[in-house]
């Protein structure tokens, strides 16, 4: 088995438990795998669109 089929095997793992992931595991996975601004916004928008209860909930509005 060569790194790109680990790599693809163990990037289907982490997508598939990413949801049941502590956030500190989910930080260490993502700052691994993102090297600088753009691939960490680029991956960002595809795990909340993946995983939408992972994505941060809306600010709440003032009560009137």
């Known amino acids: 088995m060569n790194d790109i089929q680990i790599a693809a095997l163990l990037g289907r793992a982490a997508l598939e ?3 049941d992931l502590p956030p500190d595991a989910q930080r260490l996975l993502f700052k691994a795998a993102t090297g600088d601004a753009v691939s960490a916004n ?3 928008t ?19």
């Open 17 to 19: 438990v990413w949801p």
């Open 42 to 44: 680029m991956l960002a």
């Open 46 to 64: 595809a795990l909340h669109d993946r995983h939408p209860r992972t994505a941060h909930p809306p600010k709440p509005t003032a009560i009137a």
